[in-house]
């Protein structure tokens, strides 16, 4: 089975710009996350979504950051304006119902300049 | 302070030698995740663990509830482990649930 993806694999963009990044979970994994490391520190929650609902977006920093999964599918987090303390890697993870098991994706690495 | 502490934060080896990876949480937990992340890769799940002892080939963990202690032992360690070893745990109850990070331990083996 295909893993999950994320992109784009990097993105460096100016402070206050927007960015969108996209998460393709595996096919049929109900449940996707949200995660961020910022440099130095520990890979943090931002959000969870089983299938298109929010189950949990306690992790999301403040309302630029705006999560949806169009029809339980695909994922996208939008950072809308981008600032400097956004940098950092955004990684989206997929887990099936009734299973504790995650699948990771790459990660996006953002660096807002 | 972190719900969950990793020790060492970074570590270098020999090709070889029997490595030891520890982790410590303050919460109570339901699940405990080993992950691993090499250079500019993505996160592989390694284990998860909710009592006991799991093995893998070279990698082992343990897990102690009862001391709220796990480690992550690789025996003969060779220079592909080289890698970013991150402890995780499950909190809450029920399997869809997030996960909180440990710092991760940076694994360094050279030949």
């Known amino acids: 089975e295909a893993g999950v993806t994320q992109f784009p694999s990097h993105s460096v963009i100016e402070k206050g710009q927007t960015v969108t990044l996209r998460c393709d979970p595996i096919?049929?994994?109900?449940?996707l996350y949200w995660y961020r490391r910022v440099m130095g520190k520990e890979i943090k929650f931002l959000l969870h979504f089983v299938k298109e609902s929010k189950q949990d977006e306690s992790g999301m920093p403040n309302n630029r950051f705006l999560a949806e999964r169009t029809g339980g599918t695909y994922s996208t987090l939008k950072v809308q304006p981008a600032e400097l303390e956004d940098s950092g890697v955004y990684f989206c993870a997929s887990s099936k119902e009734g299973f504790y098991g995650y699948t990771f994706g790459s990660g996006t690495r953002l660096t807002v300049v | 302070k972190n719900e969950v502490e990793q020790s060492p934060q970074n570590l270098t080896a020999q090709e070889g030698e029997f490595i030891t990876i520890n982790c410590s949480y303050s919460?109570?937990?339901?699940?405990l995740h080993w992950l691993q992340q090499h250079p500019g890769g993505g996160i592989v799940s390694l284990f998860m663990?909710?009592?006991g002892k799991k093995k893998h080939g070279r990698l082992i963990a343990t897990i102690n509830i009862q001391e709220k202690h796990s480690s992550l032992h690789i025996t003969a360690s060779h220079p592909r482990d080289s890698a970013v070893y991150i402890c995780?745990?499950?909190?809450?109850?029920?399997?869809?649930?997030?996960?909180?990070f440990g710092t991760g331990t940076r694994l360094q083996v050279t030949l």
């Open positions: 096919s049929g994994h109900d449940n």
């Open positions: 995780a745990v499950n909190t809450d109850t029920g399997t869809a649930s997030k996960l909180t």
């Open positions: 663990l909710s009592s």
């Open positions: 919460v109570g937990i339901s699940a």
